[in-house]
């Protein structure tokens, strides 16, 4: 798999922030406890300022000083015990004869029997840590100039317990903000690392020779500058391979049209000289027959006579069908497309060669169609259509039966001409398209066929870009073709 920038950008970004937690996870298993001492340590020191500013005041009597040792002690959870010289109570709260007790113990020097680690000592006052592990209080007595003595009191709530609960939840939280900012930052990454992915997408394209794609980046940086050069690039390659394979398809083009042209002109030239071999031998022969007066009989006369036309009329057709070909193969003849009713033309054509059926006891059925117009070239179609149905009657064989059908389809008119008789062989189907090509030649010479008639429907129904084919049956053959609708 390739390296991703925005797999690299999350991995960094992941990384760091998990650092980051690490770090702090340590901050506060090496400092919270501290910190918590000192802070606690503020919070009694705050009450001492309030007692001895009342002592230098002589206002414990004043509501303001009760008012203000509440608050304070209900903010901060603080038990508080104050007497005067005279052991008076002046303030009591959270404690009374508890805190009384442990007052008079530290001022006699009668210390409890527990753990006592001392924090800071003045001359007023001492504070320190008391307690046994889990039941520990942080602890400020003494004694002012005044002769006040007091005592205050809070408890260090399990420190440790408390620091490795809220380690453990901001390790949770740390681990869920690192997963939650991973998935952030491949989100937002996707729209920053687009730009490059684009660019890199265009030149993996480029270097399979595909100009279509353009970058149309809006990064407004300088990767929009590269993607406009990419696209500059792109366009020259674009032109320049264009250029080159223009030339280069052309110079195929000319030498492979050279090739066709060469093996056209040669298969041409021995085609056309094996088809007229036969009626110019004819013709010579029956003309020297003539010439020589081999038979005086007018009646002969007259069937040399009819011999010589029937074979000049055969070579006359060959050679008009070879023109026609000629120009439709080179392009040379222009397509006329108009609109026509294609039931009719088939009608018509079908009328024209009535007496031709007749004579051949053929047997034409056509099931009547409604007008059915098409885009065509009328004159062409008409060619195709009298190209398969002469071809049909010339091979007609069996109950001698010809059956046209004419079959709407979805933008497209399928016209089929089938005729009884033996199929053609499977060896030959892809052959009858070809010049002079002739299944039987014998009976293609008792008919007088070129061999070209089917050449022509090939290079019409091309030159008009519609299908065109033959299927066998188990009784005949069917040649069809297709008109736009």
């Given at each position: ?22 770090l ?39 509501e ?27 303030y ?5 004869q ?50 006040i ?9 399990s ?15 740390g ?5 939650a900012g ?5 989100l ?5 690392t ?61 030498i492979r ?91 018509n ?27 065509a070239?009328?004159?062409k179609?008409?060619?195709v259509f ?30 089929n ?34 061999g ?34």
């Amino acid at each position: 798999m390739k390296p991703s920038i925005r797999r690299q950008f999350a991995l960094i970004f992941s990384g760091l922030m998990a650092g980051i937690v690490l770090l702090c996870l340590f901050i506060n298993i090496m400092f919270l406890e501290r910190y918590y001492i000192r802070s606690k340590t503020e919070v009694i020191r705050d009450a001492y300022e309030t007692i001895r500013q009342a002592a230098s005041a002589d206002s414990y009597d004043q509501e303001n000083f009760v008012d203000e040792l509440d608050r304070v002690v209900s903010r901060d959870n603080i038990s508080i015990y104050i007497i005067d010289m005279n052991s008076r109570v002046i303030y009591t709260a959270n404690g009374g004869q508890s805190m009384e007790k442990r007052l008079f113990g530290y001022i006699f020097g009668q210390l409890p029997n527990e753990e006592i680690r001392l924090l800071e000592q003045e001359e007023e006052y001492c504070i320190q840590r008391s307690g046994e592990e889990g039941s520990e209080y942080l602890e400020m007595y003494g004694r002012l100039k005044t002769g006040i003595s007091f005592i205050m009191r809070t408890p260090i709530e399990s420190i440790r317990e408390s620091s490795k609960l809220a380690n453990r939840f901001f390790a949770y939280a740390g681990l869920m903000g690192t997963v939650a900012g991973a998935v952030i930052i491949w989100l937002v990454t996707r729209k920053l690392t687009q730009p490059i992915r684009e660019l890199n997408a265009i030149s993996e394209r480029m270097v399979h020779l595909d100009f279509e794609v353009k970058y149309h980046g809006s990064a407004r940086n300088e990767l929009d500058s590269l993607g406009e050069n990419i696209n500059e690039l792109s366009a020259s390659l674009e032109e320049t391979i264009s250029e080159l394979k223009t030339a280069n398809n052309e110079l195929k083009n000319d030498i492979r049209k050279k090739e066709e042209i060469d093996e056209m002109r040669k298969e041409f030239l021995s085609n056309v000289s094996h088809e007229l071999k036969t009626p110019i031998a004819l013709i010579q022969g029956y003309a020297e027959g003539l010439r020589e007066g081999v038979n005086d009989d007018p009646e002969d006369r007259n069937f040399y006579c009819e011999v010589i036309m029937d074979e000049a009329a055969k070579m006359n057709t060959m050679v008009k069908k070879l023109l026609t070909l000629n120009q439709l193969e080179f392009g040379n003849d222009v397509i006329s497309m108009e609109r026509f009713d294609a039931v009719a033309l088939v009608q018509n054509c079908i009328q024209s060669a009535g007496i031709l059926c007749r004579q051949n006891q053929i047997t034409v059925k056509m099931k009547d169609s409604p007008p059915i117009y098409v885009w065509a070239d009328e004159f062409k179609v008409e060619e195709v259509f009298t190209n398969y149905f002469s071809n049909a009657v010339n091979h007609c064989g069996g109950e001698k039966r010809i059956e046209v059908g004419i079959e709407e389809r979805e933008g497209t008119v399928r016209i089929n001409v089938f005729n009884t008789g033996e199929p053609i062989p499977e060896a030959s189907i892809e052959h009858i398209w070809d010049k002079f090509y002739k299944v039987d030649k014998a009976r293609t010479r008792e008919y007088g066929g070129s061999g070209v008639g089917l050449s022509i429907v090939k290079a019409i129904m091309e030159s008009l870009n519609q299908a065109y084919g033959v299927e066998n049956s188990e009784d005949g053959v069917t040649f069809w073709f297709e008109l736009e609708v």
